[in-house]
């Protein structure tokens, strides 16, 4: 990325890019990014997935939740836009849904999206999970619908989720 953003800046192609940036990497190599954003960068789609370590663990995830707050940091810093998406587990309880509720407005993104944790068939967390599956449509299969039992009643879980989507930062679409 930085030799190619080098020759775009050097032969003064100008162009606007959007980009799937992972979260510790503009943490750990800010001069990139900003360099990204004078070649033409200009909105970056982030899978944050969660705001908590021990979540991150559970998705395999090797990056600590810090990284989050300092990608977003860093890519308002060097004006780009930023989709931040999170991924919802099935035993959410009100108080994690305030957490994160709490995170995603002190950590505002210009569009962030929120996925229910969905086990997809054939899948590896499928068959660990498979026991628990009451939904066995696979038209709800999206990641928009828990097809697992939720610690909350359905319809409170997802209107706790509605909630989450009414956090954001600028306009309604990048």
């Not at 663990?57 to 989709?83: C, H, L, T």
């Not at 957490?99 to 944790?117: C, H, I, K, P, Q």
Request: net charge neutral.
């Amino acid at each position: 990325m930085s030799h190619l953003f080098d020759r775009i800046l050097e032969e003064g192609i100008q162009k606007t890019f959007v980009m799937d940036i992972r979260a510790d990497v503009a943490a750990r190599f800010p001069e990139i990014i900003e360099k990204l954003a004078k070649g033409g960068l200009k909105v970056v789609i982030c899978g944050f997935e969660s705001f908590r370590d021990d979540e991150l663990k559970r998705y395999n995830k090797k990056s600590p939740a810090k990284y989050n707050q300092e990608a977003i940091r860093v890519f308002e810093q060097n004006g780009i836009m930023v989709r931040g998406n999170y991924v919802i587990p099935n035993d959410y309880g009100v108080e994690d849904f305030d957490a994160l509720a709490e995170y995603s407005d002190r950590n505002r993104v210009v569009y962030a999206g929120y996925t229910v944790l969905t086990p997809m068939p054939g899948t590896v967390f499928y068959n660990k999970v498979r026991e628990d599956i009451i939904d066995h449509d696979y038209r709800k299969y999206n990641f928009f619908n828990s097809v697992m039992k939720t610690k909350l009643p359905y319809e409170k879980f997802h209107e706790m989720i509605g909630g989450l989507w009414l956090i954001k930062k600028g306009p309604d679409v990048i």
